[in-house]
């Protein structure tokens, strides 16, 4: 499995920017697709996740309300919407995959796209 992400960029408080993580080798069974941050000086942490054949969403309490998960399978790409940004959002982000094995909130993914920055300012 292989993950690219992309999308990432400076932008200001409340503005809304959008993610895509293409998604390649995902030919059998059900994967979990999970985006990550990470921000200096800080563990990397899960933000929201979803199931690639059932596509049930998860996501942290700080993502809640503002951001949306998705993926289109047509497309192979998981995308991560971003709206009402907030400078605590400054981060790198990354997409992660795993097997869905009923586990979701872990930082145990087995494969590991690259990070995109995102950078939020007052």
């Known amino acids: 499995v292989q993950l690219q992400a992309s999308g990432g960029g400076s932008v200001q408080v409340g503005d809304s920017l959008r993610l895509s993580c293409a998604v390649s080798?995902?030919?059998?069974?059900?994967?979990?697709i999970g985006w990550f941050r990470q921000a200096p000086g800080k563990e990397r942490d899960l933000v929201a996740a979803?199931?690639?054949?059932?596509?049930?969403?998860y996501y942290s309490d700080s993502a809640k309300g503002r951001f949306t998960v998705a993926r289109d399978i047509t497309k192979n790409t998981v995308y991560l919407q971003m709206n009402s940004l907030k400078p605590e959002d400054t981060a790198v982000y990354y997409c992660?995959?795993?097997?869905?094995?009923?586990?979701?909130?872990?930082?145990?993914?087995?494969?590991w796209g690259q990070g995109t920055k995102v950078t939020v300012s007052s």
């Open positions: 992660a995959a795993k097997v869905h094995d009923g586990v979701v909130v872990t930082r145990k993914y087995d494969y």
């Open positions: 979803i199931s690639w054949t059932y596509d049930s969403p």
């Open positions: 080798g995902v030919t059998s069974g059900d994967y979990v």
